[in-house]
């Protein structure tokens, strides 16, 4: 999701980096890359950090009263819709509409599988289902080397400014505070990359950022993280 104009006047402030345009997003996963090719790049991790021992205690603890949040207002819906379903059945008439509802969502569900299989083959024609272009000696694939080598965090906060496309994120993995803790990781000349959106009414928007030398990295927005993000300061 884009961040909205509010966010992006304080976040540029924050990163000394005066946006018109930004969107936390994520990248696919980075392929092995060739043992000599990662050596020469100095053996850098490919998988973003995992979250620390008590932070993810913290979430075990807090969990089942979230779950037991979310179960009280579930249980009044399923309760509603048993006591309809009961008395549906009791209605010759009813059955027929239960019947004719069943068909009707079983042809939506049709409807939709074969949206997303077109959607998918869509993404496919672009190469959008892939994270770069394969070319490790390239911009993209270098810029993917150092990836997770600069920040372990698994998104990244995407921002043009009117020279660069800054690339933004915090340096380690964290659970709150994304916004307050991110540091600018790439500073890109804009006659350097350019941002595509090959499938602009796709959902979720997936971008390219397909550099000066042709090569190419797919990068996703993300909704949660700027959601997030504006109350992190």
Not at 106 to 126: G, P
Not at 155 to 164: K, S, V, Y
Not at 210 to 227: A, N
Request: a positive charge.
């Amino acid at each position: 999701m884009e961040l909205r104009p509010y966010d992006l006047k304080r976040i540029g402030r924050r990163l000394d980096s005066p946006a018109s345009w930004g969107a936390w997003c994520r990248i696919g996963p980075i392929p092995e890359p060739p043992a000599e090719v990662r050596f020469a790049a100095g053996g850098g991790r490919l998988r973003p950090g995992w979250i620390r021992p008590h932070v993810l205690l913290g979430y075990l603890l807090v969990a089942p009263f979230i779950l037991l949040w979310m179960a009280i207002p579930l249980g009044f819906v399923l309760l509603g819709e048993a006591l309809g379903a009961v008395n549906r059945a009791f209605s010759a008439t009813a059955r027929d509409t239960v019947r004719r509802e069943k068909e009707e969502r079983k042809e939506r569900k049709a409807q939709q599988e074969a949206r997303e299989r077109d959607e998918a083959a869509e993404r496919t024609a672009h190469r959008l289902d892939e994270t770069f272009d394969g070319d490790w000696n390239g911009r993209a694939g270098q810029l993917l080397l150092g990836w997770y080598g600069k920040s372990k965090y698994p998104r990244r906060m995407l921002l043009r400014t009117d020279t660069h496309l800054v690339i933004a994120g915090p340096r380690g993995r964290v659970s709150t505070g994304t916004v307050r803790k991110s540091r600018v990781l790439e500073r890109i000349p804009l006659e350097e990359v350019v941002l595509e959106t090959p499938l602009p009414d796709d959902r979720p928007i997936v971008n390219r950022l397909r550099f000066q030398d042709g090569s190419w990295l797919v990068v996703t927005q993300v909704v949660d993280e700027g959601l997030l993000g504006s109350l992190d300061f």
